[in-house]
């Protein structure tokens, strides 16, 4: 089972923390979580308190470890083998071992390194001109890999 996934964090520095996670599996079932803890506004760099923080708003946020169990079981009911798919994974693949920092929290089932998701240009070009996402949503960048992927009607 492939599964397209992103992150939303703090700043692109070696000090970020996470905010937010998105996952959607190659037959279209999401997780999203976004984190009340471990990060604050002024964690945050311009850019994400201009581009991040107006689409953050769950209905429930949750802690790291509310997240870990959740994901966790999410992960372990999809399929026996599952991959991550990630168009950045040098900033959105440690998100996941930080989320699953030992190896007893590790998903039986999740593959321990992630797959690099090429995105078509060609493509994400015509889904964003028709798409209705929020740009830097970890859930609605996970939905448009997976878009691109299925290359839905661009209409």
Known sequence: MHVFFDSEFTQLSTRAKLISVGFVTQDGREFYGELHEGWSLDDCSDFVHREVIPHLGSVRTMSLLELR???????????????????????????????????????????????RY????????????????????????????????????WK
């Open 118 to 153: 090429f995105i078509d240009e060609v493509a994400l070009q015509k889904e964003k001109r028709f798409r209705q996402f929020r740009a830097h949503h970890a859930l609605d960048d996970a939905r448009l890999m997976y878009r691109v992927w299925r290359r839905v009607d």
């Open 69 to 115: 169990s959740c994901l966790k079981e999410w992960l372990e009911s999809l399929a026996d083998s599952v991959e991550i798919l990630t168009d950045s994974p040098e900033w959105d693949w440690p998100w996941i071992s930080f989320i699953f920092p030992e190896e007893r929290d590790w998903p039986c089932n999740l593959a321990s390194q992630p797959v």
